[in-house]
């Protein structure tokens, strides 16, 4: 039912900048849920439903900022100081959370690959 698109990434440079967008095809709910970014299946970025956001880790939190624009049935990762290790393919999905952290609800869409290298 949901088909999720990802775009927006490209091979850049250490220090370069990215902004990613997922659009979330279909759904007529977006607004209520809470959405992920992930790298390779692994989740990166969180925002809520509320617009409350969460990152993986110290490394990515400061550089990388998930933001949403339900209207568009949007969300967007903004990734500022990029590092060879962000390298991977990004993903997004709608999830639910649960313990041990995150459930993707909707298939997968195909990704988008960025590539950090010197």
């Known amino acids: 039912q949901v088909q999720l698109v990802e775009s927006g990434g490209a091979s850049v440079h250490p220090g370069g900048s990215l902004r990613l967008s997922c659009l979330a095809s279909g759904s007529n709910a977006f607004r209520l849920y809470d959405m992920g970014w992930y790298r390779e299946r692994e989740p990166v970025a969180v925002i809520g439903s509320s617009g409350s956001t969460d990152y993986a880790n110290s490394a990515v939190k400061g550089r990388f900022t998930i933001a949403r624009e339900n209207a568009k049935n949007t969300v967007f990762l903004q990734m500022n100081d990029l590092r060879v290790e962000d390298t991977g393919v990004y993903y997004c999905?709608?999830?639910?959370?649960?313990?041990?952290?995150?459930?993707?609800?909707?298939?997968w869409g195909k990704g988008t690959a960025v590539t950090v290298v010197a």
């Open positions: 999905n709608m999830i639910s959370v649960v313990p041990g952290g995150y459930h993707p609800l909707k298939d």
